[in-house]
């Protein structure tokens, strides 16, 4: 598909959801591992593909361009 975004809203939520996952993981004595290797995909996606310092807001990631999509939405200071 010429289309291909790494999508900053549905990410926090994504991310959100597996720390949730995580919590209930310990609450009942499951493994962790998995879960944990999520969490650190997104908090690494945040931190250096999302993440622009010099606007100070988190954008859309163009996969196919290789480059944040630098418009300013509801979803930018979300994370």
Same mark, same amino acid.
């Given at each position: 598909?010429p289309?291909?975004?790494?999508?900053?809203?549905?990410?926090?939520?994504?991310?959100?959801? &597996?720390?949730?996952?995580?919590?209930?993981?310990?609450?009942?004595?499951?493994?962790?591992?998995?879960? &944990?290797?999520?969490?650190?995909?997104?908090? &690494?996606?945040?931190?250096?593909?999302?993440?622009?310092?010099?606007?100070?807001?988190?954008?859309?990631?163009?996969?196919?361009?290789?480059?944040?999509?630098?418009? &300013?939405?509801?979803?930018?200071?979300?994370?």
């Amino acid at each position: 598909a010429p289309f291909c975004v790494q999508d900053t809203f549905t990410s926090a939520i994504l991310h959100r959801a &597996n720390k949730d996952l995580l919590a209930l993981a310990d609450l009942i004595g499951e493994g962790t591992e998995e879960l &944990n290797g999520w969490l650190g995909r997104t908090q &690494n996606a945040f931190g250096t593909r999302l993440w622009d310092e010099d606007a100070g807001l988190y954008y859309d990631f163009d996969l196919r361009a290789g480059e944040r999509i630098r418009e &300013n939405t509801c979803a930018a200071f979300l994370p």
